[in-house]
């Protein structure tokens, strides 16, 4: 079903490479300036903006989503770190985070603090 609120529109899901997206649509207004057709200014045009928001994906996706600086979403980051506990444990979640950034997570590694 589709859901008016104002300038949005939920539109609906989409599927790709297994991530489920929520769709909405962002009506935007145009500035416009008097012309000879509109002298007054007084009608609005509008552009719709397609806003995807990742909703369900397999866990390295979704945490690649966290990391990801060009796919910031509002609410996504507050939203996952309140509900990771319920599909994933810490630990698996800083794994995940290391291994995105390129540092080996081994319990076995020895680290040494230097001394001053």
């Known amino acids: ?16 490479d297994g991530a489920v997206y929520g769709i909405t649509l962002h009506r935007v207004p145009v500035p ?17 903006n397609k806003v995807r928001r990742l909703k369900a994906a397999r866990l390295q996706m979704l945490v690649n989503h966290l990391l990801d600086a060009d796919r910031l979403e509002q609410d996504y980051g507050r939203i996952f770190l309140s509900t990771y506990r319920t599909f ?5 979640l800083l794994e995940l985070t290391f291994q995105r950034h390129g540092v080996a997570s081994s319990q076995n590694n020895n680290y040494s603090v230097p001394r001053g």
């Open 1 to 16: 079903s589709i859901r008016f609120a104002g300038l949005l529109q939920e539109w609906g899901e989409e599927s790709e």
């Open 88 to 92: 994933t444990s810490t630990a698996k």
């Open 32 to 48: 416009s300036s008097p012309s000879r057709s509109n002298p007054s200014g007084a009608f609005v045009q509008y552009r719709t």
